[in-house]
T-cell receptor, first 115, second 110 residues
Framework: GAGVSQSPRYKVTKRGQDVALRCDPI?????LYWYRQALGQGPEFLTY????????KSGLPNDRFSAERPEGSISTLTIQRTEQRDSAMYRC?????????????FGEGSRLTVL | SQQGEEDPQALSIQEGENATMNCSYK?????LQWYRQNSGRGLVHLIL?????REKHSGRLRVTLDTSKKSSSLLITASRAADTASYFC??????????FGKGTMLLVSP
């Protein structure tokens, strides 16, 4: 597609449920990033992939969070046993990759609300 | 963790005035980037400045970088109401990711 697409745009779930957030990056982009953004704050890094390989997952808050990008394109961020503190905007971005981190192209985000 | 810290947190000006936002960071970097975010929507890349550059221009935007002081500034000249947004600096410290600051909220009144 023309831009980074994320789904769902809004997700309301009950505490304890699992959620899966999807990201479809710009076609041909090598690198894919997941960030989390709280209201009034900047994006906070979660994890990133080069092709299908997860290069860095140091930002994932705990083992309830996981991400995959099995074919080097679409990625899924999964949160198991959701808690109220997981409520936030989850943003995906992609880039063409390379030795230097260049421009990131962000999607509109998935807003997660855990009741 | 967030490496960049923008200053001020909020800025209110009139159309036609210039807006200056500052960013300080802690570690050495490969490059520094500025992004704009309108009303909680997706972030949009504005400009990238490499560590060996001191100043860069793009339209009404001027970015400076002082690596000795670990700081950058973003100047928007002749501001417009449409420039109302949050502005974030982001640093590439060589880990193949960007670390964002908390942002400056800019309000431009007609």
């Amino acid at each position: 597609g023309a831009g980074v697409s994320q789904s769902p745009r809004y997700k309301v779930t009950k505490r304890g449920q699992d959620v899966a957030l999807r990201c479809d990056p710009i076609s041909g982009h090598v690198s894919l990033y997941w960030y989390r953004q709280a209201l009034g704050q900047g994006p906070e890094f979660l994890t990133y992939f080069n092709y299908e390989a997860q290069q860095d997952k140091s930002g994932l808050p705990n083992d309830r969070f996981s991400a995959e990008r099995p074919e080097g394109s679409i990625s899924t961020l999964t949160i198991q046993r959701t808690e109220q503190r997981d409520s936030a905007m989850y943003r995906c971005a992609s880039s063409s990759g390379g030795a230097m981190t260049g421009e990131l192209f962000f999607g509109e985000g998935s807003r997660l609300t855990v009741l | 963790s967030q490496q960049g810290e923008e200053d001020p947190q909020a800025l209110s000006i009139q159309e036609g005035e210039n807006a200056t936002m500052n960013c300080s960071y802690k570690t050495s970097i490969n490059n520094l980037q500025w992004y704009r975010q309108n009303s909680g929507r997706g972030l949009v890349h504005l400009i990238l400045i490499r560590s060996n550059e001191r100043e860069k221009h793009s339209g009404r935007l001027r970015v400076t970088l002082d690596t000795s002081k670990k700081s950058s500034s973003l100047l928007i000249t002749a501001s417009r109401a449409a420039d109302t947004a949050s502005y974030f600096c982001a640093t590439d410290a060589g880990y193949s990711t960007l670390t964002f600051g908390k942002g400056t909220m800019l309000l431009v009144s007609p």
